[in-house]
T-cell receptor
Framework: GAGVSQTPSNKVTEKGKYVELRCDPISGHTALYWYRQSLGQGPEFLIYFQGTGAADDSGLPNDRFFAVRPEGSVSTLKIQRTERGDSAVYLC???FGRGRGETQYFGPGTRLLVL | AQKITQTQPGMFVQEKEAVTLDCTYDTSDPSYGLFWYKQPSSGEMIFLIYQGSYDQQNATEGRYSLNFQKARKSANLVISASQLGDSAMYFCAMRSLNSGYSTLTFGKGTMLLVSP
């Protein structure tokens, strides 16, 4: 596929459980972003990767959230001890990472519901 | 800090008519970019149009145009000849162009409904 893909598309879990959300960016894109979108809101930044390293994780709400991108392509967002307030759509975006005004292309998101 | 304000929670338009979706922004950066994204019910954010703060002309992409008024700090999206498939949420976003990268700051969005 040519676009950003995210799996799973939907995830239902119980409070206190651990979840992993996966993002597969567009081939050749070195920059990868995670956003979180709560109901009725626009997306909010979580973390940014340039290559394998997290260049900016200032948007992560607390230490229960962690993300990796070990080979500079696929990224996994990990949430420990989930809480009901973590319920949201988690969006991944990627870009070439070469220009300051360049466009970020988004995936379809993972809808997380914490019961 | 950057802020995007979209004051229209919802807009209705008849098919084939034009519609304007409002967006105002606030930033202290002298150089910035403005984006519009469409989010249908499937959830994917679809890029529509981009305007740089130093661009002399308003951006256009097919039926989409951006009415950029820098002094008013507004970047309204104009959709001409609306189609039923245009029904979706529309988000205005911005990013600073001063650093090597920056993340997008989004508004709360406007729901557009196109009726036959």
């Amino acid at each position: 596929g040519a676009g950003v893909s995210q799996t799973p598309s939907n995830k239902v879990t119980e409070k206190g459980k651990y979840v992993e959300l996966r993002c597969d960016p567009i081939s050749g894109h070195t920059a990868l972003y995670w956003y979180r979108q709560s109901l009725g809101q626009g997306p909010e930044f979580l973390i940014y990767f340039q290559g394998t390293g997290a260049a900016d994780d200032s948007g992560l709400p607390n230490d229960r959230f962690f993300a990796v991108r070990p080979e500079g392509s696929v990224s996994t967002l990990k949430i420990q001890r989930t809480e009901r307030g973590d319920s949201a759509v988690y969006l991944c975006a990627s870009s070439f990472g070469r220009g300051r005004g360049e466009t970020q292309y988004f995936g379809p998101g993972t809808r997380l519901l914490v019961l | 800090a950057q802020k995007i304000t979209q004051t229209q929670p919802g807009m209705f338009v008849q098919e084939k008519e034009a519609v304007t979706l409002d967006c105002t922004y606030d930033t202290s950066d002298p150089s910035y970019g403005l984006f519009w994204y469409k989010q249908p019910s499937s959830g994917e954010m679809i890029f529509l149009i981009y305007q740089g703060s130093y661009d002399q002309q308003n951006a256009t992409e097919g039926r989409y145009s951006l009415n950029f008024q820098k002094a008013r700090k507004s970047a309204n999206l104009v959709i001409s000849a609306s189609q039923l498939g245009d029904s979706a949420m529309y988000f205005c976003a911005m990013r600073s162009l001063n650093s090597g990268y920056s993340t997008l700051t989004f508004g709360k969005g406007t729901m557009l409904l196109v009726s036959p």
